[in-house]
Nanobody, 124 residues
Framework: QVQLVESGGGLVQAGGSLRLSCAAS????????MGWFRQAPGKEREFLVA????????DYTHSVRGRFTISRDNAKNTLSLQMNFLKPEDTAVYYC?????????????????WGQGTQVTVSS
């Protein structure tokens, strides 16, 4: 069982930046593909980006490519998401998730463990 705890959300103006973190309890953190998702009110959970167990491969959805950067530190069991040039439409609850699959599976059902989420609000 992997426990994931997100932090770093908050209120930011459009054009600003935030850095989200996800702390994992599992010492085998490096065995998992890790991803970031978000969910806005009334919408389905949306895949944003994933990173392979080694950090050598990443998979970004079009809407965040070039603005968001995922990274991981397997020695510290942490996952990060640097978000730049934020837009009001980025407002959502952001979740980190862990998958026992290799990178390339974007649907939420392919992820096995989830954090509780952190709210990001971008004002115009």
């Amino acid at each position: 069982q992997v426990q994931l705890v997100e932090s770093g959300g908050g209120l930011v103006q459009a054009g600003g930046s935030l850095r989200l973190s996800c702390a994992a309890s599992e010492r085998t953190f490096s065995n998992y593909t890790m991803g970031w998702f978000r969910q806005a009110p009334g919408k389905e959970r949306e895949f944003l980006v994933a990173i392979s167990w080694s950090g050598g491969s990443t998979d970004y959805t079009h809407s965040v490519r070039g603005r968001f950067t995922i990274s991981r530190d397997n020695a510290k069991n942490t996952l990060s998401l640097q978000m730049n040039f934020l837009k009001p439409e980025d407002t959502a609850v952001y979740y980190c998730a862990a998958a026992r699959r290799s990178i390339g599976y974007r649907a939420p059902e392919f992820y096995d463990y989830w954090g509780q989420g952190t709210q990001v609000t971008v004002s115009s």
